[in-house]
C-alpha cells in the first residue's frame, strides 16, 4: 500500500507542476498580446509644386524591409523597390518613437490647397495603425521623421526615373 500512496503523491505532483506551467505559460502570452509592439513604420510625401512633378514617395519600414514606391504624376514613371533592413537601423528607429506622444500628436490640414507637400507619417503596431499628417509641432513626430530621413532618406534607394 506504501507504493501505491507514493505512486499517487508523485503523479498529484507531477500535475501540479504541470498545472501551474500552463497556467504561467497562458499568463505570459497574454502580457505580450497586450503589448502594443511596433511592426511597421511609414512615411508618405504627396504634393509639391504644379511646374514641376512631384517626387513624391511612400516608403514602409519593418524589422526586415524596406520598401520604396516613387510616385510620379505619369504612373509609367512610377518605381517600387525593396531592400533589406538592419537590426541596428530598426531599433534605432524604435528609439526614437513615443507611441504614446505620437498618438497624442496634433495633425495639421492639407498642404496640397496651396502647392505644398503633405507629409503622412504611420506607425502599425499589433494593436492598429496610428496616423499623424503634417504634424511639424509635434516633438514626438518630428523626431520620428527627422530619424526616417537621416536613416532612410529615399535618394539613397535610387530612384533613376524620377531624378533625371
Not at 504634424?135 to 520620428?144: E, G, I, T
Request: some cysteine.
Amino acid at each position: 500500500m506504501g507504493g501505491k500512496l507514493i505512486l499517487q503523491l508523485s503523479l498529484l505532483v507531477v500535475q501540479l507542476f504541470l498545472w501551474q506551467s500552463c497556467t504561467h505559460n497562458s499568463q505570459r502570452v497574454t502580457a505580450e498580446n497586450n503589448k502594443n509592439e511596433i511592426t511597421a513604420v511609414s512615411i508618405s510625401t504627396v504634393g509639391g509644386f504644379t511646374v514641376t512633378p512631384s517626387k513624391g514617395y511612400t516608403m514602409k519600414i519593418t524589422r526586415d524591409s524596406v520598401y520604396c514606391l516613387f510616385s510620379a504624376i505619369d504612373t509609367a514613371q512610377s518605381t517600387i523597390k525593396s531592400y533589406g533592413n538592419t537590426e541596428d537601423k530598426w531599433n534605432s528607429l524604435l528609439d526614437k518613437i513615443d507611441l504614446e506622444k505620437f498618438i497624442a500628436a496634433k495633425e495639421e490640414e492639407s498642404r496640397q490647397p496651396y502647392d505644398g507637400i503633405d507629409i503622412k507619417i504611420s506607425i502599425t503596431t499589433k494593436k492598429g495603425q496610428y496616423v499623424k499628417l503634417n504634424a511639424d509641432d509635434n516633438p514626438s513626430w518630428s523626431r520620428v521623421y527627422r530619424q526616417l530621413e537621416e536613416s532612410f532618406p529615399p535618394q539613397s534607394y535610387g530612384n533613376k526615373k524620377l531624378d533625371k
